[in-house]
């Protein structure tokens, strides 16, 4: 078998003009967090107040609710991410279309990469939410009553900053996901880690170096971010509170 | 609003898209799904084993596959799958590999990570004294695990077994980033020919939703069917 390593080819300098390719890489990891992270935090708005209604009083809401879930949830990441980008600015209005289709050339596919993956990571959390708040003991919520809160102020002040506290460790890994899921935004023209692998391996035919240190590169930002998130999770552990959220299965 | 738009392309390209498109996945999904639960199976067995070195080495693979994307592991088989089948055959230069085989691969190889911790779970889910009886029998470690332990496993996963087997169906997609041609990508390739973006992929959606929604209601269905009664 024939494969020419060559490790020394991070220093080289990419067609592109950026500088070397380690630094083109780098780049990619700032594109995946700028994505990750903006479509976490509205995916943790959404799905908080999606998971808390589902779980409230009002048929109607909580049923609103249930289908927004399985909408985003039964349609691959993928097919979303093409509603977004190809389909939606057609179905606009022909003129916030045309503004839409002629954004500059990055935020053009970071807008709605950051739209798809807020939706369908909002639907991960809202299940997460709903699974703590159920889990916790009914008397929290008659306790609440009892001492002549609202339903809003009981939501408020009893039953979702215990939530919080219990769903901290599945959030994590839906944190984790969301990062992931960030590199299917490639197939929409958002240069991020993953695309600036393989647009690597095309420059430079040094396939298994490029994978290898994306690969890498993902590691070390699963690491950091589960190094952070176990100092908070101990921060806010709930005292003499064993019991942790039965994380809803399956998914990545 | 839909004045300007041809449904028609979606009857016309109907035939290509379910026999092309549809079988790919569908097969690929199937395959995948019953590689990846027996390769899942043989890791978690490696993970729980009390052979330090089995299970730290199982341990690292399923960590590693579950801390990168899908896109990347795709990429990876991609070009790896050539020089592991000259590997096999002893041959110089990679190897030609069909993209539904390089699929193949990727998809057992990455859900088996997956698949393992469910049946991490499933086999800590049987009671240790059913481990003590089978030994106590007289069986062996593999009759144990094979007559007894196993069996019960399945049964308590077989629910999140299924669920997992719909988020694979759904992943199955990511393989347009290949070319591959499975239904998102004969669609695809349709769409880009007769320049029909939105009504392909609105059907392609709409699709992918009725299966994955006709699937996971049928799977929510039995898990109230089967549960445990203890």
């Not at chain 1, 002040?157 to 460790?169: Q, S």
């Not at chain 2, 609003?1 to 449904?7: A, N, Q, R, Y």
Request: glycine share 8%; hydrophobic share 55%; charged share 10%.
């Amino acid at each position: 078998m024939r494969y020419n390593w060559n490790w020394k080819i991070f220093f080289d300098l990419e067609p592109g003009g950026s500088g070397t390719y380690l630094a083109y890489l780098l780049a990619g990891l700032g594109w995946t967090l700028a994505v990750a992270l903006a479509a976490w935090l509205v995916a943790l708005t959404i799905g908080t107040v999606v998971g808390t209604l589902r779980t409230a009083p009002g048929a109607l809401v909580a049923k609103f609710c249930a289908a927004y879930v399985e909408i985003f949830r039964n349609i691959p990441l993928l097919v979303q991410m093409f509603l977004w980008f190809f389909v939606l600015p057609e179905l606009l209005p022909t003129a916030l279309g045309d503004w839409i289709k002629q954004l500059p050339p990055p935020w053009g596919s970071y807008v709605p990469a950051v739209l798809c993956l807020s939706l369908y990571t909002s639907v991960r959390v809202a299940e997460q939410v709903r699974a703590g708040i159920q889990s916790l003991p009914r008397g929290q919520t008659m306790a609440g009553t009892a001492i002549g809160l609202s339903l809003a102020q009981t939501y408020r002040y009893v039953v979702l900053p215990m939530t919080f506290r219990i769903v901290l460790p599945p959030l994590t890994s839906e944190f984790l996901n969301c990062i992931k899921n960030s590199s299917v935004a490639l197939t929409i023209g958002v240069m991020e880690l993953t695309a600036r692998a393989r647009a690597m391996q095309e420059f430079s035919f040094q396939v298994f170096e490029a994978f290898t240190a994306a690969t890498l590169i993902y590691l070390l930002t699963n690491l950091v971010v589960v190094a952070g998130m176990r100092v908070l999770e101990n921060r806010v552990r709930v005292p003499g509170f064993v019991g942790t959220a039965p994380s809803v299965p399956g998914g990545h | 609003m839909f004045s300007g738009f041809d449904f028609d392309v979606i009857r016309r390209s109907a035939g290509y898209l379910f026999r092309e498109g549809m079988s790919f996945t569908l097969t690929l999904t199937f395959l995948a799904m019953a590689g990846g639960i027996f390769f899942g199976t043989l890791l978690a067995m490696l993970r729980l084993s009390k052979f330090r070195l089995l299970s730290a080495i199982a341990g690292s693979y399923v960590n590693l596959m579950r801390s990168v994307p899908l896109v990347l592991v795709i990429f990876w088989f991609f070009f790896l799958v050539p020089y592991i089948g000259a590997w096999i055959i002893g041959a110089k230069d990679p190897v030609k590999v069909g993209a539904f085989l390089s699929c193949l691969v990727t998809f057992t190889m990455f859900e088996a990570a997956y698949y393992c911790e469910i049946m991490r779970a499933g086999i800590q889910s049987v009671a240790r004294g059913q481990v003590w009886a089978g030994y106590a029998l007289g069986l062996d470690y593999w009759q144990t695990m094979g007559k007894i332990v196993l069996p019960q496993a399945f049964r308590n996963m077989l629910p999140v077994l299924l669920t997992q087997t719909v988020i694979l169906f759904q992943d199955t997609s990511l393989v347009y980033v290949i070319s591959a041609t499975d239904f998102l990508g004969a669609a695809a390739k349709v769409a880009n020919r007769d320049g029909r973006l939105v009504e392909m992929y609105g059907f392609v959606a709409v699709v992918y939703f009725i299966v994955s929604f006709g699937l996971s209601s049928l799977v929510k269905n039995l898990q109230s069917r089967i549960a445990i009664i203890r």
